[in-house]
């Protein structure tokens, strides 16, 4: 896994600009060191003992996904730091179509079916990423991240960087 801090994720083909992906995770600020070695516990997308990281599409899926979880605006304002990884042009990057989801895997807690797809995934080995839909915004994308893959180590990871979280969101009266 490669650490950068400026690297635009850009390249020219052609006198095309090609763009990486690019994908976000948030985790809490002390678990920094250790944000990208994947959750041994269970997921929506993989089942106990499956090492996997979940990242979003965007900074704010990644947001309303731990406001999910945590229920604390002020904690995740406070207490959390985001990491920017891109992935490498040449990176597998496979997606599970809406259509072939379960017709429960919105549900929670979450149903089998989804564990199981993910742990397939993981298992085989046919890419490093995995995008699925966001139980939380289905428009919006979560990228599973199997640090198991050969491609993981290619990788470019920016951060951590102070949660981009307003704190407004952490307080009891709106602003005026």
Known sequence: MKRARRNTGA???????????????????????????????????????IPMVYAADQPATALLETLVHTGRA???????VLFR???DEDAHVLTVPDESLPSNW??????ASTQ???TFWHEQHRSVALSVPSAVVPMQRNMLL??????????????PTPSPVDTRLAT?????
């Open 11 to 49: 390249s020219l083909v052609f006198g095309l600009l090609i763009e990486r992906m690019t994908v976000y995770r948030l985790t809490k600020a002390a678990y920094a060191d250790t944000a990208f070695r994947g959750s041994r516990g269970r997921g929506r997308w993989h089942e106990q003992g």
């Open 74 to 80: 002020d904690l995740v304002a406070t207490d959390y």
């Open 146 to 159: 199997n640090i198991q893959h050969p491609q993981f180590t290619a990788l470019t990871i920016d951060g």
């Open 172 to 176: 009891d009266s709106p602003s005026l």
């Open 106 to 111: 919105q549900a929670w807690p979450w149903p």
């Open 116 to 118: 199981q797809i993910g």
């Open 85 to 87: 990884i891109k992935l």
